[in-house]
């Protein structure tokens, strides 16, 4: 379906959009009331460094560029570099408005299908895709997991350290399910093909099949990949994450130069972890949270609401908003073409 019909359909669609946006701001808002801070402004003013937000915006950038190359990568160029960005785009914002346990990957295969790509195919491009983060997820882990012993990793002290690792290592049975998933699906056509005998289905049963025995065709050329093919997905999906885990530093080095590096950068990626289990969409109000209890701490208490406000601001605001202006230009296409297409229709009346 087309995003405008789809908009147009839906009444509380715009509702669903902007309450993530809100509630983020909500919780922003109510964390700095909850501070009580006096006014910090004239500290901002004679501690803020301009030249590390102008990093922090090109690691952003860096961020969205290498996902770009990356999907177009596992495309296997059937994606142009024009349409890979729109896709990557769609991508961002359809995980800014659904739980970050589910991400924008579903999303993305419906828009690589309208980029005239076979829905078995897109769907293992992005399978792949979400393989190489569980992939960098569970290296993350294991690291956690290690310097949680050397480091003061857990703020609420050492007894939830055992409990804590043990929560961790659940992505790792998560990354080798789907790992098996992706290069080993022979099994879902039989799925597929019981769920299909369902009087709701059957209609649908001959296309489901084609697109799954598609899926399991580019699984098997997959496993026909040389080794190095998937240390280049892992590689390009390291470069992206530490782009994007970068912003949060540049903006910290753009308040408070002097922080506790190592240990901010570990606590982000706890923070990241714990942001996958928050159910609200993108883990709004939520990772605010989560960064009060695991980054606030390492900063001036007169800086915390602004980092983490500037933070918010460009990992997660400025992708919502430029997802409703993407979206709101589909719209705008799909009204014309609508247009368009009833202009024929209207009759022409003659005057004599």
Do not use: N
Request: with cysteine; net charge positive.
């Amino acid at each position: 379906m087309h995003p405008s019909a789809w908009l147009r359909r839906q009444r509380l669609s715009r509702r669903h959009l902007f309450t993530p946006l809100l509630l983020s701001l909500g919780v922003l808002v109510g964390i700095a009331i909850g501070l009580g801070e006096p006014s910090p402004w004239h500290l901002l003013r004679g501690a803020f460094d301009g030249r590390w937000l102008a990093v922090a915006l090109l690691l952003l950038g860096a961020s969205l560029g290498l996902r770009t190359l990356r999907l177009r990568w596992l495309a296997a160029g059937r994606l142009s570099w024009r349409a890979a960005w729109r896709v990557q785009l769609w991508w961002e914002f359809a995980g800014t408005v659904t739980p970050s346990s589910i991400g924008g990957a579903p999303a993305a295969v419906y828009f690589m299908c309208r980029e005239r790509m076979r829905a078995g195919v897109a769907s293992s491009v992005a399978l792949l895709a979400v393989l190489f983060d569980q992939l960098w997820l569970a290296t993350l882990v294991f690291a956690l997991c290690v310097s949680a012993w050397y480091v003061p990793l857990f703020p609420l002290g050492g007894a939830l350290k055992g409990g804590a690792v043990l929560l961790l290592a659940l992505p790792l049975g998560w990354t080798g399910l789907l790992g098996y998933l992706v290069l080993r699906p022979d099994w879902i056509p039989r799925i597929g093909q019981r769920i299909c005998r369902l009087g709701l289905f059957r209609r649908y049963q001959e296309l489901v099949q084609r697109e799954l025995q598609e899926l399991v065709v580019r699984s098997r050329e997959f496993r026909r990949r040389p080794l190095g093919f998937f240390f280049k997905g892992y590689a390009l999906t390291l470069l992206v994450w530490l782009t994007r885990m970068g912003v949060l530093l540049a903006v910290v080095a753009s308040l408070v130069p002097s922080a506790d590096w190592l240990l901010l950068f570990l606590r982000q990626a706890l923070l990241l972890l714990g942001g996958l289990l928050i159910p609200t969409p993108g883990g709004s109000g939520g990772v605010e949270g989560l960064f009060m209890l695991l980054v606030a701490p390492l900063l001036p208490r007169a800086f915390r609401v602004p980092i983490l406000g500037l933070w918010r601001l460009l990992t997660y605001h400025l992708l919502v908003l430029s997802g409703l202006g993407l979206l709101a230009r589909q719209v705008r296409k799909g009204r014309t073409a609508c247009r368009r297409a009833m202009a024929p229709l209207t009759p022409q009346v003659e005057y004599s």
